[in-house]
């Protein structure tokens, strides 16, 4: 079984400072495999300030990450699931699924992580599954204030995977999950 932690659009030091002290108690007492970055961190020394010690990471590149020679995309395999890890800058409109699916069908991928939104998703969709893991920090998408801060949990064992999503509306933690499989190639959601 892997364990993964998927995170971004922290925008650290432009439009918060921190995230959530609860997610970062619980980070730092998870112990992970990999971390799925899905850029927009803004400058990195002040995000990995803000956060625990990572294990593993695939970091990509966001629209505000301008000093950084992280690459715009990863496909990533971990046990019989392939990830595509990218920010999402390059979708009209922003978080387009249906865009989003005929890159996986283009690449033959099983799951694209993808940030950029701010608004954290988990969706299955013609048998391919979309995660994105909101803003870690709650920075809004440009106006003053906070929003609801997110980040998600992956465990991979075989052919299963088990997504939680984590979500402060700062005063309560709030938990979903769900299970998925994949068969002949296709992702289905399983109970």
């Given at each position: 079984?892997r364990?993964i932690?998927v995170l971004?659009?922290?925008?650290?030091?432009t439009?918060?400072d921190?995230?959530p002290?609860?997610?970062?108690?619980?980070?730092?007492?998870t112990?992970?495999?990999?971390?799925?970055?899905?850029?927009?961190l803004v400058?990195?020394?002040?995000?990995?300030?803000?956060i625990?010690?990572l294990?593993?990471?695939y970091y990509v590149?966001?629209?505000?990450?301008?000093h950084?020679e992280?690459p715009?995309?990863?496909e990533?395999r971990?046990e019989q699931?392939?990830?595509?890890?990218?920010?999402?800058?390059?979708l009209?409109p922003?978080?387009?699924?249906?865009q989003?699916?005929?890159?996986?069908q283009?690449v033959?991928?099983d799951?694209?992580?993808?940030g950029?939104?701010?608004?954290?998703?988990?969706?299955l969709?013609?048998?391919?599954?979309?995660?994105?893991?909101?803003?870690?920090?709650?920075?809004t998408g440009g106006?003053?204030?906070?929003?609801?801060a997110?980040?998600i949990e992956i465990?991979?064992?075989?052919?299963?995977m088990?997504?939680?999503?984590?979500?402060?509306?700062?005063s309560?933690?709030?938990?979903?999950e769900m299970r998925?499989?994949?068969?002949d190639?296709?992702?289905i959601q399983?109970?």
């Open positions: 079984m364990r932690l971004g659009d922290a925008h650290i030091p439009r918060r921190a995230i002290d609860e997610f970062y108690k619980h980070i730092e007492s112990d992970y495999d990999i971390a799925f970055i899905t850029g927009d400058r990195m020394s002040a995000f990995k300030e803000a625990p010690e294990p593993t990471s590149r966001g629209n505000m990450d301008f950084t992280h715009f995309h990863h990533i971990v699931f392939s990830f595509l890890l990218l920010h999402g800058t390059q009209r922003r978080g387009n699924i249906e989003l699916w005929e890159i996986l283009e033959n991928l799951v694209a992580v993808h950029h939104t701010h608004r954290a998703d988990i969706q969709y013609r048998d391919r599954l979309f995660l994105n893991p909101g803003t870690i920090s709650g920075a106006w003053p204030g906070r929003d609801d997110s980040f465990e991979v064992d075989n052919f299963t088990r997504v939680t999503l984590f979500m402060t509306d700062w309560v933690i709030k938990q979903s998925f499989q994949k068969q190639g296709h992702i399983i109970r």
